[in-house]
């Protein structure tokens, strides 16, 4: 089945540093999903990509859809300590029906030092 | 809306036992997920539903597991018997379109 390879798996950085992960897929998604996760909660939504190429912000975050389908990065910049968590990447098939499965990453895990 | 509501929060049972874990969608929702989490796998997808239907269960680990969704507002994934490597936090979550939704997951722990 399609795989993700996401890294790095964890991360360690100082306040106000900016970081940077990525995912990489063994087949073409149509849709790349960012997703953060908090201790004891489920994973939220942070990035939603829909087209090959595609740069999206939201506030500090900035994430970018691989020209070759296959691949997605997210960015944070100057890192705050409420940035803790584990961020996951998705990729989803697309086009409806069964393509609305995701393939989650096995997420980055990021800490941030005062 | 309340987003994605999952009980129990925490199960602790005995091998052996029954465990049924309940979800209720985002409202309007037609599409629900199972998924599993353990540190070893990761976020794995076990199930999921369209308008009720159960569309591909190709996740689910064995027999032991089974998932119903009698209506629109209500699922539930079903261990029986429970054994300890079934211990994870397991997700629902629930979508419209593209973006999905999770609740904040039940955490199991079998003894």
């Known amino acids: 089945g399609q795989q993700l390879n996401q890294s790095p798996q964890s991360m360690f950085i100082q306040e106000g540093e900016d970081v940077s992960m990525n995912c990489t897929s063994s087949s073409i998604f149509n849709t790349w999903l960012w997703y953060k996760q908090d201790p004891g909660e489920g994973p939220v939504l942070l990035i939603a990509?829909?087209?090959?190429?595609e740069l999206t912000s939201n506030g500090r975050l900035t994430a970018q859809f691989g020209i070759t389908r296959k691949d997605s990065f997210l960015n944070i910049s100057a890192s705050i300590p409420s940035d803790v968590g584990i961020y996951f990447c998705?990729?989803?098939?697309?086009?409806?029906?069964?393509?609305?499965?995701?393939?989650f990453g096995k997420g980055t895990l990021l800490t941030v030092n005062p | 809306d309340a987003g994605v509501i999952q009980s129990p929060r925490h199960e602790v049972t005995e091998m052996g036992q029954e465990v049924t874990l309940r979800c209720k969608p985002i409202?309007?929702?037609?599409?629900l997920f199972w998924y599993r989490q353990t540190m070893m796998r990761g976020l794995e997808l076990l199930i999921y539903?369209?308008?009720?239907?159960?569309?591909?269960d190709s996740g689910m680990p064995e027999d032991r597991f089974s998932a119903k969704m009698p209506n629109a507002s209500f699922s539930t994934l079903k261990i029986q018997p429970s054994e300890p490597r079934d211990s994870a936090v397991y997700f629902c979550?629930?979508?419209?379109?593209?973006?999905?939704?999770f609740g904040p997951g039940t955490r199991l722990t079998v003894l």
């Open positions: 409202s309007g929702h037609d599409y």
């Open positions: 998705a990729g989803q098939p697309g086009g409806g029906g069964s393509n609305y499965k995701l393939t």
């Open positions: 979550a629930s979508s419209l379109t593209h973006t999905q939704y």
């Open positions: 990509l829909y087209k090959a190429g």
């Open positions: 539903f369209n308008n009720n239907v159960p569309i591909d």
